[in-house]
């Protein structure tokens, strides 16, 4: 199954390319496999093919002009995919249109300086959870936190996780005995969640509007506080 992962690299016009990495949630170990060194990943540190990809796609380079660069079979092999899956994104737009809640385990931000996000994603959908609904959304229904970090690791990853299965597992039952409406129970959800989370971590979720919701602290102050520890 792998531990899928989106990446998003910002540009230098403010958007971003968007990357696909098959392993890449597992431990969020890319938040510091990533760097100037090694773009994409991977044990290569003089990647000199990836630095000038990453700075063409930077400067607006398509998705389709990428190939040329990926020709040689001498190439290292990468843990984020080089070919980007989009290019010319708003953040906004990845979180509502193109995160599989479900099926990406993590979504990553990275700075032109090398600064990276790391969030974990949970999914709002119930049908593992109740008996009574068939089928739920995963791109764009669920949400995006931050996690601590200490001594390069993810502090209380698990914890949350644990929480919000537990937390979908009484909302599903909720929704069986009528007292929530699909649409009741995503709300409770959102407002159980931005509590657990708190102001330590950031919470993203999309409202499927031009804007996204967000608790705790604003992206930049994550970006700006989370680099290097």
């Known amino acids: 199954m792998g531990h899928r992962a989106l990446v998003a690299y910002e540009r230098t016009d403010g958007q971003y390319t968007l990357h696909y990495s098959h392993w890449g949630a597992a431990n969020l170990?890319?938040?510091?496999?990533?760097?100037?060194?090694?773009?994409?990943?991977?044990?290569?540190?003089?990647?000199?093919?990836?630095?000038?990809?990453?700075?063409?796609?930077?400067?607006?380079?398509?998705?389709?002009?990428?190939?040329?660069?990926?020709?040689?079979?001498?190439?290292?092999?990468?843990?984020?995919?080089?070919?980007?899956?989009?290019?010319?994104?708003?953040?906004?737009?990845?979180?509502?249109?193109?995160?599989?809640?479900?099926?990406?385990?993590?979504?990553?931000?990275?700075?032109?300086?090398?600064?990276?996000?790391?969030?974990?994603?949970?999914?709002?959908?119930?049908?593992?959870?109740?008996?009574?609904?068939?089928?739920?959304?995963?791109?764009?229904?669920?949400?995006?936190?931050?996690?601590?970090?200490?001594d390069g690791e993810p502090v209380g990853d698990g914890h949350l996780k644990g929480q919000f299965r537990a937390l979908k597992d009484v909302v599903g039952d909720m929704v069986d005995k009528g007292v929530f409406t699909p649409s009741t129970a995503r709300q409770y959800l959102k407002r159980k969640l931005a509590e657990r989370v708190g102001d330590r971590q950031e919470l993203l979720i999309p409202t499927g509007e031009s804007l996204f919701e967000s608790a705790g602290e604003s992206h930049q102050q994550l970006r700006d506080n989370n680099v290097g520890t």
Do not use: M
Not at 98 to 103: A, E, M, Q
Not at 138 to 149: D, E, F, P, S
């Open 29 to 150: 170990k890319l938040k510091h496999r990533i760097s100037a060194e090694s773009p994409f990943g991977g044990d290569d540190t003089n990647s000199k093919w990836a630095k000038q990809l990453l700075a063409e796609l930077a400067d607006g380079l398509e998705a389709d002009a990428v190939d040329g660069y990926l020709a040689d079979e001498d190439r290292p092999s990468t843990v984020v995919e080089p070919k980007p899956r989009a290019t010319g994104l708003t953040l906004d737009e990845i979180i509502a249109d193109h995160l599989d809640y479900l099926h990406h385990e993590a979504f990553y931000v990275v700075s032109p300086t090398f600064e990276v996000t790391a969030y974990r994603t949970l999914w709002f959908g119930l049908q593992y959870d109740s008996e009574t609904i068939d089928n739920g959304e995963t791109v764009g229904n669920g949400a995006l936190a931050t996690v601590r970090w200490h």
